[in-house]
């Protein structure tokens, strides 16, 4: 059975010397499990997956552009706000291609057909009728497939927060003293004691791949970078 908030609050308290709760506060503990979802979330990109399905463009009437227009999502697929990392993308009945703007533009601005379905994922501002900004969105943009399709999008998300103390926790069971350990070691460096803290926070980080550094991948497939020459480049090369 998963543990709850509450339990997992009483496992944290019961290596504490805080027995009132009163120096280390709940909402400390709390703070530093929810903490501890997010950082096991990028530490390991699949720990919690979900799909959703639905119709390509099926969003173009409540997003309109500056201008007013309302084209803004006719070949587009809404990105769930707390999506992490996108699994896989099946339009139509076929699996789409992620890929850079440099290879996708073309096709889009020539009107043209790619050999298969494209997709890329970019934000936009979004806009009401009035035209006022609202806000700002993600999408995953298909070219090869027209406005309608049905669509399965499988994607990863962050945990969801802890916030009631019967709120379950989401990461699998044999993570869950791995947060109780990260909670426990913030709440013995609170409590001065740093050599049971660095214990504990060595606990927590045994056996977990490293935290990402640098660019993390929303989509399937390699990420490549290209260089771009600036005002103080000849030819795409840097002179010194």
Known sequence: ?????????????????????????????????????????????ELVTEEKTGTVGESTGTYFASDGTTDLAANKVLVPADLTMVRSLIVG??????????VFDP?????????????????VQ???????????????????????DVYTLRYTRAPVQLVDPNDVVEVPVYLETKIVNYARAHAKWQEGEQA?????????????????????????????????????????????
């Open 196 to 240: 049971q803290g660095d214990s504990y926070y060595a606990l927590y980080t045994e056996n977990l791949p490293a935290p990402p550094r640098g660019h993390i991948l929303t989509r399937p497939g390699p990420f490549t970078m290209t260089y771009e020459g600036n005002a103080f480049d000849i030819d795409g090369k840097h002179r010194g």
């Open 107 to 123: 096709y889009e601005l020539a009107a043209a057909t790619p050999p298969t379905t494209l997709g890329r994922i970019f934000g």
């Open 1 to 45: 059975m998963a543990a709850t908030l509450d339990s997992l609050l009483t496992q944290v308290y019961a290596v504490l010397r805080d027995e009132r709760r009163e120096f280390v506060t709940e909402e400390m503990v709390a703070l530093w499990l929810n903490e501890a979802q997010r950082d096991l979330a990028s530490r390991i990109r």
């Open 93 to 102: 009945g076929i699996s789409v291609v992620f890929t850079d703007t440099d």
């Open 126 to 148: 979004t806009y009401d009728n009035t035209p006022t900004l609202t806000g700002y969105e993600r999408f995953i943009e298909v070219l090869g497939n027209e406005s309608g």
